[in-house]
């Protein structure tokens, strides 16, 4: 069970590896966490010792300097130590062992891994199976989950509407091979918004999608009807190739959020989008840079929100680690 | 104006641009500010916690180590977090706009940039249009300017001569391509030297150089006559093949500079050179390396020079950003 | 002579090039240092002021992730200042000379150089010819010496067996190519073991080992016995190409080490590896896993010799540095 790794048995977070198995409270803790956070963020001086004489590696499987500086930025300002290590060019091709090399880590004190790899499911057989002693946090794995963003999503919407009660959001593009997007469905599930939609051409939604705990629309005409929420996919250009999508000007002439299809929406709908942006493909200019959108707001709340993760995950673990050093004694 | 865009509304520095448009005082107070920073320097704890708490990201859009650790190593003596990205292997290259990236890194709340740009006004454009509430530093932008190259300089200067007054100094090779040259005549001209030379062949100088506030010499035997300082400049090697120059061996005949041309100069003569050096073409080991060489200074006066401006446009620019939020609220 | 340019007048540390050259007992200082920062890294924060305010710049000419981690990870809990530069690509691309580039790096006031470099003797040079006032640790010169991690070899040892007295030690495998083995012979007899066995195939021996004060053994079943350590290298694979070595099976089944051939040492008899380790070549999985096994201690000693070492020689170099500058005065 997801939530059995990612838990202490007293139930506070350990690793962050999915959104999947954490409860409505615990969402709601790393929300109001990373809200404190926004507020040292706007200090003079941004850092807090939380992490202080911690070691923070991150990990990065598969290359994403945005999402690494995120991590690299959000760990500094809570005074952790910070390896970046792009494993690409690093000891696997020695042709050490995957786990012989997180081993070694371990064993160099390190006290969290920040992974991102293009497998789904590998930060949870970090977690699992190699150092399960060392907090994991996932910064995306393959097409399974990508959970800070999910929550930085989720901050963004709680901070301008206030609650997720009886909320509408859609989330529009490539659903079928978005880890993002999986992730979250299951968050705005869990806080209890009133309807989550996905919209998408056919050959962009998983079959099942509705197992998902989502509405499945292919038109935004119908989609964006009465929401509160947009959440722009950024459009993958290699997917053009494979044949599962028409031209980019075709695209967007069809789930493009331009003004004009922006008015489906409620008049206060706010629009979200990851970064980084296809303008053009997948969002106008003007309402990427527009009144109701958020975007800019989501990257400040990544920040918070990434702090929060970290220094509770962290807490966790040294909780952990403490009580089995002491049971062993 | 370049000095509007530099300074706030009481003329205190909030971007470091250019040399242009900064008055003496100005000038005066980075080499004051510098100065004080090299006593940092000869400390057992060299670290001072001015920007503590601040987040300062290296862009470097065109390479250069030396340039980057430079800042790397002020900034850290600041107290700053540090984030370095290497532009060429980052989002951009995932048809994200410039301005998108930029705007992203102000919302991590990032509070510097210091940027390397190889296009000419790259460093002016981002303070102007892109984020002018983060500070921005320029470490080089194509053939335009170097301005914490040349402040280095005037420090080097200063504390060898002690003033400006009275004194002759000549910048000697690629004026042309030399971002470098151009700060340095600003800087020279703006400190009261009494005269500003250039030394090269016809094919290196721009034609128009004593609008620059310059004498054009093209003869060593000449240029040098009572020269107080002499900087020698970089050959670019890539030059060479433009047909710009005749061979190394040519060129360093009759422009490099060696025991018996130094002779021509003042005694007390001080020879400067930005690094990295190319011994044997535009300058002799022994004369590189000899009691009239103040090269290595010049080194240890760049980590003096980068803190006081870093430090400096980050007071100003913290001044300006306290004021615009005050007035909204 | 090696020692006297790693210490100072008064017999202590300031660079540390070799295990050659230096005694017992300031071998025994390196363990007892290192063993107090273990402590250290079982803290819950795991930092120490000691180097706060130093810049520790990490020169590596050769690539090595692994090496260069477990230095930065020391530096860090010795609270200094890390620059990262990786030589290959950095200014001496331009043309520069080693000498110059390293001036420049001092003159940055650069505190000390963590130099790996594929020639044998480039620590050396650089801390008797180019900067003897930074202080030089070592960490891997081509065939000759890798100090820390035989020190952390040495750490290892005392830790499982209390001390060096009467033990029998041997070292197997690629001994002929093994800066490894050269400083780990040295440290072994200086610390005063009762025996250093090498096993290896002839092609894998140098002609006079013997002269290194060890004892010659072509086969496992011979060199095994009585053992009390059990050292194996990490086999080159492109050794292979070479002809001085059958196939890798062929090896394996003469040279690895598996628990049918571990079972001809003494029941109590330890395991070390380097790292990283070729699973199936060198040794089984059941040894690498098992409970004689002390690979990943040696891990965690290695970040604790390297803040030893880097502390010791930082604290020798001020020292003379304080001297030399109360002198000029």
Not at 100 to 122: I, K, P, T, Y
Request: with cysteine.
């Amino acid at each position: 069970m997801e939530s059995e790794i990612q838990l202490t048995p007293s139930g506070r977070l350990k690793h962050f590896l999915s959104v999947s198995g954490l409860s409505r409270a615990l969402l709601t803790e790393i929300l109001d966490t990373a809200e404190s956070f926004i507020e040292v963020g706007e200090r003079n001086i941004r850092k807090v010792p939380l992490l202080r004489g911690k070691t923070v590696v991150n990990l990065f499987f598969e290359p994403s300097t945005r999402t690494r500086s995120t991590f690299e930025l959000a760990a500094k300002r809570l005074s952790a130590d910070v390896l970046n290590l792009d494993i690409s060019t690093s000891a696997t091709s020695k042709g050490e062992s995957l786990s012989d090399m997180l081993e070694n880590l371990e064993a160099m004190a390190s006290d969290m891994f920040v992974v991102r790899h293009s497998q789904s499911g590998a930060a949870h057989f970090i977690a699992e199976s190699v150092t399960p002693n060392v907090a994991i946090v996932n910064a995306g794995d393959g097409w399974h989950a990508h959970p800070t963003q999910a929550m930085l999503d989720m901050l963004t919407i709680r901070q301008h509407k206030g609650s997720f009660e009886g909320l509408k959001v859609a989330i529009v593009g490539d659903i079928l091979h978005s880890r993002v997007a999986r992730s979250q469905i299951r968050a705005l599930n869990t806080l209890g918004v009133a309807e989550v939609r996905v919209i998408a051409p056919n050959t962009l939604l998983p079959n099942d999608v509705e197992c998902l705990g989502v509405k499945r629309f292919t038109q935004m005409e119908d989609g964006l009807k009465d929401l509160d929420v947009i959440i722009m996919l950024r459009l993958q250009k290699e997917r053009m190739q494979g044949g599962l999508l028409p031209s980019e000007q075709e695209y967007y002439r069809l789930y493009g959020l331009n003004q004009q299809k922006l008015a489906m929406a409620k008049p206060d709908a706010i629009v979200m989008h990851p970064g980084p942006i296809n303008r053009g493909v997948e969002i106008s200019s003007d309402v990427a840079d527009g009144p109701q959108s958020v975007i800019l707001n989501q990257v400040t709340n990544g920040i918070a929100i990434r702090m929060a993760v970290m220094s509770m995950a962290m807490s966790g673990q040294t909780e952990t680690n403490t009580s089995r050093k002491e049971a062993l004694e």
